[in-house]
């Protein structure tokens, strides 16, 4: 993906709202707003912000599973399923 494209300066924003909201939703792609020849903020469309937030829930979970291993939290599939048909078979 290639920022240099999707950068606007923030009156364009205001000028065009209502066709940057739709360039955004078209092309899935963030847009950079500028103030003062400055990058100030990126907006993006409401899908494609769902997903990033998704894809980084995903990633803090595998962080987190990544750091029970390193301290030896982690156990055999194995033992876990075995512990659980024990545990069933004495709840019938």
């Known amino acids: 993906m290639r920022?240099?494209?999707?950068?606007?300066p923030i009156s364009y924003l205001k000028a065009?709202?209502?066709?940057?909201?739709?360039e955004l939703?078209?092309?899935?792609?963030?847009?950079v707003i500028t103030q003062n020849g400055v990058a100030k903020?990126?907006?993006q469309d409401v899908a494609s912000y769902e997903q990033t937030q998704e894809t980084l829930a995903l990633l803090k979970i595998l962080a987190l599973g990544n750091q029970q291993v390193a301290?030896?939290?982690a156990r055999p599939?194995?033992?876990?399923a075995k512990?659980?048909?024990a545990k069933l078979?004495?709840?019938d």
């Open 41 to 43: 903020a990126v907006i």
């Open 71 to 73: 301290r030896g939290r």
């Open 16 to 22: 065009n709202a209502a066709e940057v909201l739709q």
């Open 77 to 80: 599939l194995a033992d876990v």
């Open 3 to 8: 920022y240099s494209t999707q950068i606007r």
């Open 83 to 85: 512990r659980v048909r």
């Open 89 to 91: 078979a004495t709840e």
């Open 25 to 31: 939703t078209d092309q899935r792609q963030p847009m």
